[in-house]
């Protein structure tokens, strides 16, 4: 599946905001997921986008990614998933390329560990954690 993507020009990398060249609003880690993300993952992350029933592998909930890590949210894990790796088989878009141009120093918050970060993705990130179902119990 090749997608087509407007390059973004930066944003905050405390998951504020992006803005796209030629375009002055600026877009949140809410923004960037509805436009790169809910067409799969739908409005409220939870893997039942538009797109989806297309898809040969199903999109993932992810409202359910601390709960799937023992009720941690795994902000380097996915980090790492939303950037992709060249030549990963998977159905998933490499954004990575898309959003290197503008990047900041992020720290792990599990390891401390700091590291040279595209900031869109630090951005998604932070959204993400936000939409997070609660633990049960």
Request: glycine fraction near 12%; aromatic fraction near 6%.
């Amino acid at each position: 599946m090749i997608l087509t993507l407007p390059v973004l020009a930066g944003c905050a990398p405390d998951g504020g905001t992006v803005t796209r060249p030629g375009d002055d609003a600026a877009m949140t880690g809410q923004g960037l997921f509805e436009v790169y993300c809910a067409r799969c993952h739908g409005d409220a992350g939870r893997g039942d986008g538009v797109m989806a029933p297309m898809l040969d592998t199903a999109p993932s909930d992810l409202t359910q990614l601390a709960a799937r890590n023992g009720g941690k949210y795994p902000a380097q894990d996915v980090i790492a998933r939303i950037h992709g790796y060249p030549g990963q088989f998977d159905v998933m878009p490499e954004y990575g390329p898309l959003f290197a141009d503008r990047t900041a120093i992020w720290r792990d918050p599990d390891t401390g560990a700091a590291m040279k970060t595209p900031r869109a993705l630090v951005a998604l990130s932070a959204y993400l954690s936000t939409i997070q179902a609660p633990a049960p119990g």
